[in-house]
């Protein structure tokens, strides 16, 4: 979860703004130690942020990616694998992998394609490589200078914005704005709410990046809307997930945060169970939460799986081709 005050310019905020001069200074110093990034023999696709999590980063890498298939490339997914213990690269088995071994992201996106993890982006995109794939899309990774990419991304979620637009650990941002629209061939906005870049013309240079405008959306099985909830969710921006099920008519009686990446543990769904007896609400979470949930509470947790509805597909569409025909 992001701490509350990230969201305002404060007094908690404002005291960390020293704190934050740090961030940058370690970034600079290791682009300053990657000044040759690795150029992939086959095209690159960074899917990125500016922000510490939350900003709709895994449906677009979900949507990019069928996208391009219906082009007829074949696409693979490379991650680092954040909080898995596999630490060489690996092709990602949904039916044998673990969220322990590879982490909860892969898990999912390898359900689309072909996803490789390594704590190195270079040793997993060179695997991908190998295996066959003509394009790649990088889960993440604006600010990981040692892989030269050919499409940027930048992903920002159209309610949370920036928040208070300091650089950790005084609020959410990675590197500045500015910075993260200079590398960018495309600003993605993510749902509806207060942010609009068009509000920060200074932050743009010599060209200005198309705004691409998408929502998240569920889709498929959804669970019945007439019984109430009890939602609980563990990433980046809980909330987020907390809004999506209010304004699609869903009766919420609770709402539980958990962190980002956060592990369940046996008693922590013993306690949610315990909670939906209580009450007669059931349990309902996100599609990342359900892999990281012990086989024993699948069944018995519902889950709202969601997808990108572009407002104009064409846009991205075309941006891509473009790009890649470059």
């Not at 310019?9 to 001069?21: D, F, G, R």
């Not at 604006?142 to 650089?167: C, E, H, M, R, W």
């Not at 699948?298 to 473009?322: C, D, G, M, S, Y």
Request: charged share 25%; proline share 7%.
């Amino acid at each position: 979860m992001q701490p509350k005050f990230w969201k305002n310019k404060n007094i908690m905020a404002l005291s960390l703004l020293p704190l934050s001069l740090l961030y940058p200074i370690a970034g600079r110093l290791r682009r300053a130690t990657n000044n040759k990034p690795y150029r992939s023999k086959v095209p690159v696709v960074c899917v990125g942020n500016v922000t510490v999590g939350g900003a709709g980063k895994t449906p677009i890498v979900f949507a990019i990616t069928e996208l391009l298939k219906k082009d007829g490339f074949k696409v693979a997914i490379a991650s680092r694998g954040y909080k898995g213990d596999i630490t060489n690269p690996t092709i990602v088995d949904k039916n044998r992998h673990t969220v322990n071994s590879v982490g909860d992201e892969p898990l999912m996106l390898a359900r689309i394609a072909p996803t490789y993890i390594a704590k190195k982006r270079k040793a997993a995109i060179q695997m991908a490589e190998k295996n066959g794939a003509n394009i790649i899309i990088m889960d993440d990774g604006l600010q990981n200078p040692t892989i030269a990419k050919d499409i940027s991304l930048l992903i920002i979620d159209g309610k949370y914005g920036v928040g208070n637009g300091f650089i950790m650990p005084a609020g959410p941002l990675r590197e500045k704005l500015s910075a993260g629209i200079a590398k960018s061939d495309a600003i993605i906005i993510v749902g509806e709410g207060g942010f609009n870049i068009k509000k920060y013309p200074v932050l743009f240079k010599k060209s200005t990046p198309p705004v691409i405008h998408a929502s998240l959306e569920p889709f498929g099985n959804l669970p019945d809307k007439s019984r109430p909830y009890i939602a609980f969710a563990g990433i980046g921006n809980p909330d987020k997930f907390f809004a999506t099920l209010v304004e699609n008519g869903y009766n919420l009686v609770e709402k539980i945060p958990f962190a980002d990446h956060y592990n369940y543990t046996d008693q922590d769904i013993n306690n949610l169970i315990h909670k939906s007896e209580e009450t007669g609400a059931e349990l309902i979470t996100t599609e990342k939460d359900e892999v990281r949930l012990p086989l024993f509470a699948r069944k018995k947790i519902r889950v709202l799986p969601v997808r990108i509805k572009w407002a104009n597909e064409k846009q991205i569409h075309n941006l891509l081709i473009q790009k890649l025909k470059k």
